[in-house]
């Protein structure tokens, strides 16, 4: 018999047995008392005065360690949904001031959604918290993600369900900012903790609104370019350069379309509009073209002109109509980049390693056999 062998069979058992502990226990730990939240939650003012005074402090700003994981995270998630317009999430400090604030004054919800003088849009917000005087930013993240599970096979245009999980898949959200802040107590939950705010511009969740469109990687972008980085819409190339080669082009062009190699963008033909050229050039509202709705006038609306815009294509001349075009008559065209389907979820990385430790294992068990 190999002793040797069969020592190190042993070995290998009991690094997989190691790994998946602490695979649980990094899921698990802290679920007891780790909320997320959807909404306002009515505070004692009284409550929030006595937490300022008795605190004096602010909220601690994120490590560049930390705010480099949770990028890297919510891109990561994000690339994981298969979608044709989910855009590339950048760090914002700005948001990232705003949710100090409000983390600071330890009241459990939504607060301070109202922006800043350079930030003009609405954001987004999420927040979760944990009992205890450490934290991981990144368990905070996973816990908005998680909330897939309770929309499964649900309308995502109406749910209230994952609101957390809606924001942080929301595919023209391009900034994120977050803060920590250790409470004592959280109002509203009255137990001491650390308390994870982040803020979102643009914000998610509109209401009749699905979060992200299905297709493959880069082929719907909001702003009509196909510039893709690790599958996710680029929004920071405007022409091909240094880190946004021809290369990274990921742009699909449909229904007799010309790519644009410069912008990477479709031109599409008469008779189609669109990112990828696949929208029939027509007026989708009934309101497009009545003088008493929405008039060509409209279509230059400071406040209204991107909604009437994506509504009455036609009427605003985004496109040009032609009643005689034919989906399909020409063969689609594709950068270099392209995928030609949604991408299958990733694995993490530690599911990988232990697969990898798993077929190790198999193959010395199986050579054990045979040396007895």
């Given at each position: ?209 699905r979060p ?20 996710l819409c ?117 599911h990988v ?20």
């Amino acid at each position: 018999m190999d002793w040797t062998l069969m020592m190190s069979t042993y070995i290998l058992l009991i690094v997989v047995i190691a790994l998946l502990i602490v695979g649980d226990s990094a899921v698990t730990q802290n679920v007891p008392r780790t909320f997320n939240s959807h909404d306002v939650t009515p505070v004692n003012l009284s409550d929030v005065v006595h937490v300022r005074l008795r605190r004096g402090s602010q909220a601690r700003p994120l490590t560049m360690n930390e705010v480099k994981e949770l990028v890297e995270l919510h891109n990561e998630l994000r690339a994981r949904e298969g979608a044709a317009d989910m855009e590339l999430i950048t760090w914002n400090n700005r948001l990232a001031s705003q949710a100090a604030k409000w983390a600071a004054t330890c009241t459990w919800g939504h607060g301070i959604l109202t922006a800043e003088p350079d930030i003009k849009e609405k954001i987004g917000q999420n927040v979760w918290a944990v009992e205890g005087n450490t934290i991981a930013v990144t368990d905070g993240i996973h816990a908005f993600y998680d909330e897939k599970q309770e929309c499964e096979g649900k309308d995502l245009a109406v749910n209230k369900d994952c609101e957390n999980y809606i924001q942080l898949v929301w595919s023209t959200t391009r900034q994120v900012g977050c803060a920590v802040h250790r409470c004592e107590p959280l109002v509203g939950k009255g137990w001491n903790g650390m308390y994870l705010v982040c803020n979102y511009r643009p914000h998610g969740n509109w209401r009749g609104t699905r979060p992200f469109i299905e297709g493959p990687p880069c082929s719907n972008c909001s702003n009509g370019a196909g510039w893709c980085q690790d599958g996710l819409c680029d929004n920071t190339c405007l022409a091909p350069k240094a880190n946004c080669p021809w290369s990274a082009c990921a742009a699909q062009c449909r229904n007799c379309a010309k790519l644009n190699k410069e912008s990477c963008k479709c031109e599409c033909a008469a008779g189609w509009h669109g990112p990828d050229c696949s929208e029939p050039c027509k007026d989708y509202d009934k309101k497009c073209n009545h003088d008493s709705d929405w008039s060509p006038s409209m279509c230059n609306d400071e406040k209204r002109s991107v909604h009437v815009k994506a509504a009455c294509p036609a009427m605003c001349k985004v496109c040009k109509p032609d009643p005689d075009a034919v989906e399909g008559a020409c063969p689609p065209v594709y950068g270099p980049r392209a995928y030609q389907s949604a991408p299958t979820m990733l694995m993490k990385s530690h599911h990988v390693m232990m697969m990898f430790v798993m077929i190790i294992i198999t193959v010395n068990i199986s050579n054990l056999h045979d040396a007895l």
